[in-house]
């Protein structure tokens, strides 16, 4: 029996570049995202009174205003074309009445996911003030709503956002603290043979430098050293002794290369290693990059101080001190014989 030829069936040739596309996030890190909204609606002193009151037809309008918002933020992705979407935390909404004839809607959504949250925070308050006029509008059909606003945006590259019109004094003593080693001192020892002789412009010291002072930490000393473990081991101890700063950071000579030999001389000369500096650096950074698996990052305590070694190379110093610094304020207050707490 003859094989059957084959049909070809010639397909219309592709657009160079779509009208429309999604960002690929795929190689972001996945990260704590939170986003607050804002919005109001007039209502007019009627309806306001009714309002408070609980008396208008339709029920409490501020209870289901509440929940529409939590469907509101849930349904992002469904409504907003470019929207992703996300595993949501948490949604918070806070209705707020402001007489004579105001009601203010605050929306809080928080998420572990590789882009932020904004859309959904918006949306929330959008739903809510839509429910509020469709219980009011019986009562008062002149109604207006406006102000929708992001005030808050945290999470990501970025780190922490806040609307230059300023927030409520509620949702100020919500954020984190943006200075969480103030009133602790800090050295920074960059490991680089090229560096140190002038061949290479230190890149990974100016972002550590940076990082520390936006978290409140004084630069007690700074030095860019070669490769070699006796300077480093001579370096570490002469700071400790003269200037007792609380935590040390270096920079590079972490690698494979037979000149990277942070680790190994840190675990020679600390009294006490802390590994799990270690895991947290290489398993945040491998959310982006199978390479971070390569690193030796490490961290140990020389005479009461932590030294914490990091990779050499900008990016991963600062999205190492990111990774670092939700808990880097807890073990400096152990190792300082603090309590410890949760």
């Not at 949306?123 to 002149?142: C, F, R, S, Y």
């Not at 190492?320 to 603090?338: C, D, Q, R, T």
Request: glycine share 10%; with cysteine.
């Amino acid at each position: 029996m003859p094989a059957k030829s084959k049909k070809v069936v010639e397909l219309p040739a592709l657009a160079p570049e779509a009208h429309f596309r999604m960002i690929d996030v795929g190689q972001k890190r996945v990260t704590r995202r939170r986003a607050i909204a804002a919005g109001s609606i007039m209502v007019g002193p009627v309806a306001f009174k009714k309002i408070i009151e609980k008396t208008l037809p339709k029920g409490d309008v501020l209870a289901l205003a509440e929940i529409a918002g939590i469907m509101g933020a849930k349904k992002a992705a469904e409504l907003i074309p470019m929207c992703h979407p996300l595993p949501i935390d948490q949604v918070s909404i806070h209705c707020i009445p402001e007489a004579p004839d105001r009601v203010t809607v605050y929306g809080q959504v928080t998420a572990h996911a590789k882009t932020g949250v904004e859309m959904e925070a918006v949306m929330a308050v959008q739903a809510a003030l839509a429910t509020i006029w469709d219980l009011v509008k019986g009562t008062e059909p002149a109604l207006t709503i406006g102000n929708v606003k992001l005030l808050v945006k945290e999470g990501g590259k970025s780190g922490l956002w806040l609307n230059p019109d300023g927030i409520p004094s509620f949702l100020a003593a919500q954020l984190p603290d943006q200075q969480p080693l103030k009133g602790l001192s800090a050295a920074i020892v960059v490991m680089s043979d090229r560096a140190a002789g002038g061949v290479y412009e230190d890149k990974s010291g100016p972002v550590l430098k940076e990082t520390l002072a936006q978290s409140g930490a004084a630069l007690a000393d700074y030095a860019v050293l070669p490769d070699e473990a006796e300077k480093l081991i001579n370096h570490l101890k002469k700071i400790i002794a003269e200037l007792k700063p609380d935590f040390i950071v270096t920079s590079g000579g972490t690698g494979l290369s037979p000149r990277d030999v942070t680790p190994e001389t840190l675990e020679k000369i600390c009294d006490r290693m802390v590994p799990g500096f270690g895991e947290l650096l290489r398993q945040d950074g491998a959310q982006v990059t199978d390479k971070s698996w390569l690193s030796r990052s490490t961290a140990g305590m020389l005479d009461g101080t932590l030294v914490i070694a990091l990779p050499g190379s900008p990016k991963a110093v600062r999205e190492g001190m990111a990774a670092l610094l939700p808990v880097l304020p807890h073990a400096l207050s152990m190792v300082g014989g603090g309590k410890h707490h949760g």
